[in-house]
Nanobody, 118 residues
């Protein structure tokens, strides 16, 4: 059974930082590209960042470039999202995603709430 468990969300003031973690089990983690998405109230889920299976390639939404950093530790089956200079518009539920471009398998975590106060 595949599980993606996010942690690290919370309440932070604008300008502050948070680090999200997502630990995977039940899948060959190092074979999966990993990503973070977010969904604000009343809005559709949107892409935030992704990282290739070896970590050699990273991609970011324009809205977070220069502020967020995605990384992974394949030995720990964990992907991270370091979020700096947070803004109120970053408030959302953040979801971890695992995708295999070989098999098409796609998994989601349960989400973690990030709230940025102004």
């Amino acid at each position: 059974q595949v599980q993606l468990v996010e942690s690290g969300g919370g309440l932070v003031q604008a300008g502050g930082s948070l680090r999200l973690s997502c630990t995977a089990s039940g899948l060959p983690f190092s074979s999966y590209a990993m990503g973070w998405f977010r969904q604000a109230p009343g809005k559709e889920r949107e892409f935030v960042a992704s990282i290739s299976w070896r970590g050699g390639a990273t991609y970011y939404a324009d809205s977070v470039k220069g502020r967020f950093t995605i990384s992974r530790d394949n030995a720990k089956n964990t992907v991270y999202l370091q979020m700096n200079s947070l803004k109120p518009e970053d408030t959302a539920v953040y979801y971890c995603n695992a995708i295999s471009f070989t098999t098409g398998a796609n998994y989601w975590g349960q989400g973690t709430q990030v709230t940025v106060s102004s």
